[in-house]
Nanobody, 117 residues
């Protein structure tokens, strides 16, 4: 069965960095795009970054220049490197597979990122 497992979240001070990982199984990973979303309490889920099967990346304006999405097809894992973190980055971060820009809704349980001093 399809499974996505996010990890790497935690508490970090403003200006700090975290690297999130999403391990995938149950589908042909290399054929799908992957994306990171986040959702803060009481807020709508926001698309943060995406990477196509060919490696093309896109970012939300709010994270552009600070976050980097990457993938390792051999490890069936997608990463989100987050630098210069701000309190407004605080959220639960989820990954999902994409096919032609459509979300597959393969959500894992998410990983919590808290940016606070």
């Amino acid at each position: 069965q399809v499974q996505l497992a996010e990890s790497g979240g935690g508490l970090v001070q403003p200006g700090g960095s975290l690297r999130l990982s999403c391990a995938a199984s149950g589908f042909i990973f290399n054929l799908y795009g992957m994306a990171w979303y986040r959702q803060a309490p009481g807020e709508q889920r926001e698309l943060v970054a995406s990477i196509s099967s060919g490696g093309t990346t896109n970012y939300a304006d709010s994270v552009k220049g600070r976050f980097t999405i990457s993938r390792d097809n051999a490890k069936r894992t997608v990463y989100l490197q987050m630098n210069s973190l701000k309190p407004e980055d605080t959220a639960v971060y989820y990954c999902d597979a994409q096919w032609a820009q459509y979300a597959m809704n393969y959500w894992g349980k998410g990983t919590l990122v808290t940016v606070s001093s």
